[in-house]
């Protein structure tokens, strides 16, 4: 999808269906575990279209002598804040606070 439609495209993609995911996941109803289910694989799914993107990116925008590092930095700088999403929930929840 990246070589055909580009950049632009994969992520549009992405923010569609990482929108809908998270609208699926705050849905509550009979069958929230279903849609929670589903809405967490959507927003998985857009997951694939973001990650692939960064050497491409740097093959548009930046040298050969700095691709390396630039591409690096941005695959670093997305497992960084994939670990502090996972995180930062547990540290600004309590145990007595209820969803």
Known sequence: MLTKKGIRVSYYIAAALMIVGIWLRTTLS???AYLCLLGSFLCGGSGLFVMNSASKITMNWFRSEVMT???FGSVLATFVSL???LGLPGLMLDSKSTV
């Open 83 to 85: 670990a502090a999403s």
């Open 30 to 32: 009979a069958d929230g």
């Open 69 to 71: 590092i630039v591409t």
